[in-house]
């Protein structure tokens, strides 16, 4: 499993490049981003180095943020990799709630990550299919 | 167990009071007929102060007297003593331009002083406290009222007034502050400002806080309570009145005790003028008892409230009034329906997902006006799902709905990002263009 930090922000200008500013002024890498909009306001959603140290900085800082845990899944990095993952998803009882990805030279494949509700039964789920989810440390070393 | 400033008069019997009342009231009454408002006023109602006001009961024969009386007295109408007697007047201007003027005698400010002292005193300060004063000094009457009511209790006055975060922080670190005067605006701006300035909660010495000069929600003070782990009391005054210490709460937090004293207290229909039973909500009308430079009888305070008459565990027998629900004159008319902004602060500030500003912005449609209450999300109990956002702006505006009746639109916000001010926040904004 991994540490996503899910920020709250206002739809007007600056604000995405306003985090970015207050991590970099904290020493943060920003492994991971994804936004999720919903007209008015949204959630800036952030896979980080020091997800604690990124917590704190954000919130003195005044944005509102939580650390979530996500699916962090290796997937093939060629046609049919996502899709491989996600036709065994046991779609009557999981919804996936947000999800985006990279490839990664690393681990020789894409990483994916994958909002759920119940991240842990999920997880386990997917190691019984074969798939490998990443720990949190696992994610920082990519 | 209660300390008391002045047990035989805080803990005075209902009788006695009475009597204590009707003495001041014929002494105020003196003075009123000293002032060309009043003399004109009870010639043209055919009163006479001395036979036609046999009771306290009769009071109710003298009209009302409202803030456009001052304005139309400004500057000398009212005042009933030789100026020669006057030794500090307060002005307040007013949203209208057109100035009132309170003037005060030695023995008034004296007066006034010690209802600040009493109801320092039933909030537990002492004179080992240290009193910072972040309010406005001048004309503004929050400041120099609780300044003097600190200091002839003994305690260590700070005049540091309003603005200037990091001295305020450092005079409260390095003198050990234990008790502060501010606005609830102001609070949230230390609160939100203290690890900027390389200070903690922990470094301060902070006991109790007076919030004032600013409607608030008991939502509000909590969140300043829990934040600086201390205790705020609510209060109630205005300039008209001296300003501080008309009513106050004491240890208990049980709603505010009003001085009678020093005022008669009645609470009316603010349409038809009807005086309503204790227990029903209604607009205050004060009279002063205690004032002889600038006497008012039956003044219409536009602020609406309820008396509430069980026991206090604390003794004192003066009855209070319910923190202020609203004012008449500051209602909104949206698409036909009345509003107070306090009502739509009341639902807002109960939702503990919501932070600490919030702003009711008012705009027109076509015909019709809409209703758009921004609020801020309040960052701890942030649970970082977009599900959760909306059941929160379902939440508020359900709640809102059930309350002032108006469907409004909500729109969440960042902490910190709506307009915070440091004296007194602007919270209604209304763009509808005037018919």
């Not at chain 2, 005698?105 to 009493?118: H, K, M, P, S």
Request: aromatic share 8%; net charge neutral.
């Amino acid at each position: 499993m991994a540490k996503q930090l899910n920020v709250f922000v206002d739809n007007r200008i600056g604000r995405i490049k306003s985090i970015t500013e207050v991590l970099f002024k904290a020493g943060i890498n920003i492994r991971a981003m994804a936004v999720q909009d919903r007209g008015d306001f949204g959630l800036v959603k952030l896979i980080v180095n020091h997800p604690d140290k990124a917590v704190i900085a954000l919130q003195e800082n005044n944005f509102a943020c939580k650390e979530k845990d996500v699916l962090a899944v290796v997937i093939k990095d060629k046609p049919g990799g996502l899709f491989e993952l996600l036709k065994v998803f046991p779609e009557d009882n999981v919804n996936i709630l947000d999800a985006y990805g990279f490839a990664a030279e690393t681990i020789k494949g894409s990483l994916f990550f994958v909002e759920v509700k119940d991240v842990k039964q999920v997880s386990d789920f997917l190691e019984t299919k074969g798939f490998k989810v990443l720990t949190d440390a696992e994610v920082l070393e990519i | 167990m209660t300390v008391f400033r002045d047990k035989s008069i805080e803990c005075i019997s209902k009788s006695d009071l009475a009597r204590y009342q009707f003495q001041h009231l014929q002494e105020t009454l003196q003075f009123a007929l000293k002032t060309s408002f009043y003399q004109k006023r009870f010639k043209k109602n055919k009163l006479d102060a001395l036979s036609s006001i046999q009771s306290l009961d009769d009071l109710e024969k003298i009209p009302f007297t409202v803030k456009d009386d001052l304005r139309d007295s400004y500057p000398k109408g009212l005042l009933a003593v030789d100026m020669k007697e006057v030794v500090r007047i307060h002005t307040s201007s007013g949203t209208t331009g057109i100035p009132t003027v309170i003037y005060h005698t030695q023995n008034d400010l004296n007066r006034w002083t010690e209802l600040v002292t009493r109801s320092l005193v039933a909030c537990g300060v002492s004179n080992e406290d240290v009193f910072q004063n972040m309010m406005t000094y001048g004309m503004f009457t929050g400041g120099l009222g609780l300044h003097y009511g600190a200091e002839r209790l003994g305690a260590l006055v700070i005049p540091s007034s309003s603005g200037n975060t990091q001295r305020q922080l450092q005079l409260m670190k390095d003198f050990q502050t234990t008790v502060v005067h501010a606005t609830p605006s102001f609070m949230f701006h230390l609160a939100s400002k203290i690890k900027e300035f390389g200070y903690a909660v922990e470094d301060l010495f902070l006991k109790k806080a007076f919030l004032g000069a600013e409607p608030y929600s008991e939502n509000t003070r909590r969140k300043i309570e829990d934040f600086f782990k201390i205790d705020a009391y609510n209060s109630y005054g205005l300039s008209e009145m001296n300003g501080p210490g008309v009513a106050f709460e004491c240890t208990y937090k049980n709603d505010m005790h009003i001085w009678e004293d020093a005022y008669i207290v009645e609470i009316i229909n603010p349409e038809t003028g009807e005086r309503l039973p204790d227990g029903q909500e209604g607009e205050l009308v004060l009279t002063t008892l205690r004032r002889s430079a600038t006497p008012l009888l039956r003044y219409r305070t536009r602020d609406l409230t309820t008396i509430l008459t069980e026991p206090c565990p604390c003794g004192r027998t003066h009855r209070r009034i319910s923190r202020i629900t609203g004012r008449t004159d500051d209602m909104l008319i949206i698409n036909g329906v009345n509003v107070f902004p306090s009502q739509i602060e009341q639902v807002i500030m109960n939702i503990p997902e919501v932070g600490n500003n919030y702003q009711i912005c008012l705009s027109r449609e076509g015909a019709l006006d809409r209703l758009t209450v921004k609020v801020e999300i309040y960052s701890k109990l942030f649970a970082g799902d977009l599900s959760e956002l909306e059941k929160l702006k379902t939440k508020i505006r359900d709640r809102l709905k059930a309350s002032i009746i108006i469907n409004p639109a909500v729109e969440l916000h960042e902490p910190e990002s709506l307009p915070a001010f440091e004296l007194k926040a602007k919270r209604v904004l209304d763009l509808r263009e005037k018919l």
